[in-house]
T-cell receptor
Framework: GENVEQHPSTLSVQEGDSAVIKCTYS??????FPWYKQELGKRPQLIID?????GEKKDQRIAVTLNKTAKHFSLHITETQPEDSAVYFC?????????????FGRGTSLIVHP | EAQVTQNPRYLITVTGKKLTVTCSQN?????MSWYRQDPGLGLRQIYY???????DKGDVPEGYKVSRKEKRNFPLILESPSPNQTSLYFC????????????FGPGTRLTVL
């Protein structure tokens, strides 16, 4: 089955710095790559996603890049703010019977110091 | 309001006492799934369902059962809970097809003594 590795497990930055979280996946059939943010005590929520026919996607301070050849994708957060502090999960999904079966990374705890 | 609900939110029980965690969504989503979240292990899928009466195992199905008799409901059943099932459980739903955003429920924190 699919295996998703996520690094680093913890990332500490100063407010205003950039943060990068990287994920690698093993199944070349995976074609949908979402990122979820989970604040302390809350549910995971989608922040950005990318499909395999796209190399990069940006939404304000957040961007995701995908390298299908190398089977890795990354989350980039620019101008970090304290409210960006949370656990971030990547996932890799492939279509099966009309729906997607996701495999999640283990999460990165991002701490943004004011 | 479009949402996924779970009940109960918190549960403390004892080994062997059957329990059910309910999950309901009002978005007419085809796909529903259950995850457990443990420190350092991320989200691991227990079971998923692509439609009514269609369910399949995820990565960690041992000790769990599910059913999908109606589109909106997807209960998680622990027939004989054990302490290693102490965890935070999330139900999620998503539309079928290319739009794959998963909408998570608020979570159920289960402790098995």
């Amino acid at each position: 089955g699919e295996n998703v590795e996520q690094h680093p497990s913890t990332l500490s930055v100063q407010e205003g710095d950039s943060a990068v979280i990287k994920c690698t996946y093993s199944d070349s059939a995976s074609n949908y790559f979402p990122w979820y943010k989970q604040e302390l005590g809350k549910r995971p929520q989608l922040i950005i996603d990318i499909r395999s026919n796209v190399g990069e996607k940006k939404d304000q301070r957040i961007a995701v890049t995908l390298n299908k050849t190398a089977k890795h994708f990354s989350l980039h957060i620019t101008e970090t703010q304290p409210e960006d502090s949370a656990v971030y999960f990547c996932a890799a999904s492939k279509a099966s019977g009309g729906s997607y079966i996701p495999t999640f990374g283990r999460g990165t705890s991002l701490i943004v110091h004011p | 309001e479009a949402q996924v609900t779970q009940n109960p939110r918190y549960l403390i029980t004892v080994t062997g006492k059957k329990l059910t965690v309910t999950c309901s969504q009002n978005m007419n989503h085809e796909y529903m799934s259950w995850y457990r979240q443990d420190p350092g292990l991320g989200l691991r899928q227990i079971y998923y369902s692509m439609n009514v009466e269609v369910t399949d195992k995820g990565d960690v199905p041992e000790g769990y059962k599910v059913s999908r008799k109606e589109k909106r409901n997807f209960p998680l059943i622990l027939e004989s809970p054990s302490p290693n099932q102490t965890s935070l459980y999330f139900c999620a739903s998503s539309p079928q097809g290319l739009t794959d955003t998963q909408y998570f429920g608020p979570g159920t924190r289960l402790t098995v003594l």
